[in-house]
Every structure is written in structure tokens, then in C-alpha cells.
């Protein structure tokens, strides 16, 4: 069977194309599964397209431009009828991403994410900075065809980012993960304790985020767990699991969420997601980040041992 690298350029361009489209559609359903209403508006308190969208331009580059657009327009289509400001929504939720890339490559940012800089760079760059592209368009547009009021404009526009960045700072890390370890061999993992991991995971989380006593507090402890023993690894699926599970508490007004507005329930479940976002993305960074640096020195004093032996020996270094 002839591997795709094989084929036609432009047999692979489009199978590129459509294969982001594909992907972005279907992280733009799993989104709209959820919503909340902030001051009148629908939005969704995790957008993962945004984090699909900026994996892949920090895998293909930027030809995969032409997928995100159609990504956007299909799931535009699917919520309203063609009309003068789609173009807009297109153009602004493409434009974030690409946006978010250009910055994350002019700093340098590598796609292992092992460095604390590249943590860094994906939460201000990334997240925090490109995805204000998308919601200021967003917003723009639904001041100016009258679907929400100026009083409203702040509240929604800030519902808009955080939903937008939280889909970068959750998805993107999990993506470029699944990525790096596509094809690569097994390493040794601890098979015993990431099982005891996984167990307390489902045994804790239901319990933080279903119960009314306000226990969130107690995944943190999890995700450090994790972080420390697994890196960006296990962080990356525990702070998924979480906030996939806080999302459902949050939307179905359970748990910690009862009894509150809906403005206080975004805020909540913001504020939770993402900095368990945050915790996870940059203590995964620097424990990697150290041992990156402690394996540099082992190997450099491990040369420095073979080299002193021959000199002892009479003999000359091997270069």
C-alpha cells in the first residue's frame, strides 16, 4: 500500500484539508454539547476547536488554514442560516488560531513542551492573547446585528475568551501529546502506579465535582500526583477529566454549581478550569524542563569520566 507522503501534492493538500475540517467539526459538536447563557448569550465554558485548530497549524503550518475555515463554516451552518456576518465568525474564529501560531513561532516555542517557556508561551501567546481575536470579532458581530446589548458586551466578551483560550490550554497540550507519541516506541512506564492513579482519578473527581460541599480543592492534589510521576502526560488527561466532569456538574446547575446564577456558574467553573489548566500545563513544563537538565549533566559528566580515564591511561580522548 502506497504510504500518503507518496501521493500527489495536491491529492494530500485536500486530504489535509479534510481531515482538519473533519476533526474541527467534530470537537465544534462535542463543544456545543454544553452551554450557558451569559447575559442572554449562549456560549460554551470549554470551545475545543480553538485547541484542535492551533494543534494542527503547530503540526502542518499554516497550510492547514484552508481546514480550520471549513472547520468553522460547517459548524457555523449548523447553528444558523447563512447570512452577511458568517463570513465574519469564519474570519475571526480562523484568524485566532493563525494568530496564535505566528507569535507561538516567532517565540520559539517547541510542540514537546519542555521547556517552562513554552508553557509560558502557550498560556499568554497562545490561549490568553490569539483567542481575544476570535471574541472581539465574535462580539463585534453580535453588537452590530442587535443579539446583545451594550450593557452586555463586557460579560459576554469575556465568557467568549475564557471559553475559547480554555480549548487551547486543555486540548492543545493533550493533541501535540498524542502526536509525539504516534509511533514512537513504549517507554517504561509505571504500569502499577498509574493504574492507582487512575482508580483514585475516577473514585475523587465524580466525588469534587458532583458534591454540594465545594470540594474542588481536592483534584489539585490529584493533578500534582500526576504531574510529577507522568509529566504533561498524566497531567494533561487528569485536568481533561476534571473539567469535562465540572462542565457537566456546571451545566446541569449539580454539585458545587446549585443555587447560582448564571453569571456566578461561568465564573465558578471558569475560574476552576483554568487554573487547573495552568497548574498542570506549567508544573508538567518545569518537572520536565528539570529532568531534561539533570539528564544533560549525567551525560556530560559521564563523558567527562570516559575522557579523564584515557587521559589516565596515556591514551587521546576520542573526539
Avoid at 517565540?107 to 472581539?136: N, Y
Avoid at 513504549?186 to 469534587?208: D, F, I, M, Q, Y
Avoid at 473539567?243 to 454549581?257: C, E, H, Y
Wanted: with cysteine.
Amino acid at each position: 500500500m502506497v504510504g500518503i507522503r507518496g501521493w500527489p501534492r495536491p491529492v494530500v493538500l485536500v486530504l489535509e484539508t479534510l481531515g482538519v475540517a473533519a476533526c474541527y467539526y467534530g470537537a465544534g459538536r462535542l463543544g456545543l454539547l454544553r452551554r450557558l447563557v451569559v447575559d442572554d448569550a449562549v456560549v460554551t465554558p470549554i470551545w475545543p476547536p480553538t485547541g484542535v485548530a492551533l494543534a494542527f497549524l503547530l503540526i502542518l503550518g499554516l497550510r492547514a488554514v484552508p481546514g480550520v475555515a471549513l472547520g468553522t463554516l460547517c459548524v457555523v451552518l449548523t447553528l444558523s442560516s447563512p447570512a452577511p456576518s458568517t463570513a465574519g465568525i469564519v474570519v475571526g474564529n480562523t484568524a485566532a488560531p493563525v494568530c496564535a501560531y505566528l507569535m507561538l513561532r516567532r517565540a520559539g516555542f517547541r510542540r514537546d513542551l519542555g521547556r517552562l517557556r513554552d508553557g509560558l508561551a502557550l498560556v499568554f501567546l497562545g490561549a490568553l492573547t490569539g483567542m481575544a481575536v476570535s471574541a472581539s470579532t465574535g462580539v463585534a458581530l453580535l453588537a452590530a446585528t442587535g443579539k446583545v446589548d451594550a450593557g452586555s458586551l463586557l460579560h459576554v466578551w469575556l465568557a467568549w475568551w475564557v471559553g475559547d483560550a480554555m480549548g487551547v490550554l486543555i486540548v492543545t497540550p493533550l493533541l501535540l501529546l498524542l502526536h509525539r507519541a504516534r509511533g514512537a516506541p513504549p517507554g517504561s512506564v509505571r504500569w502499577k502506579e498509574a493504574c492507582g492513579l487512575t482508580a483514585v482519578a475516577c473514585a475523587l473527581v465524580p466525588v469534587a465535582t458532583q458534591t454540594s460541599l465545594s470540594l474542588l480543592f481536592l483534584v489539585y492534589p490529584l493533578l500534582i500526583w500526576a504531574a510529577l510521576r507522568f509529566q504533561l502526560a498524566g497531567s494533561t488527561l487528569c485536568a481533561l477529566a476534571a473539567s469535562v466532569l465540572a462542565t457537566l456538574a456546571a451545566t446541569d446547575r449539580r454539585g458545587p454549581f446549585t443555587g447560582l446564577t448564571e453569571s456566578e456558574v461561568m465564573m465558578k467553573l471558569q475560574a476552576f478550569n483554568g487554573s487547573m489548566a495552568l497548574t498542570a500545563l506549567l508544573l508538567s513544563a518545569v518537572i520536565t524542563e528539570q529532568r531534561n537538565t539533570r539528564k544533560s549533566v549525567e551525560r556530560a559528566c559521564q563523558e567527562l569520566a570516559t575522557a579523564l580515564e584515557h587521559l589516565t591511561a596515556g591514551d587521546r580522548p576520542r573526539p
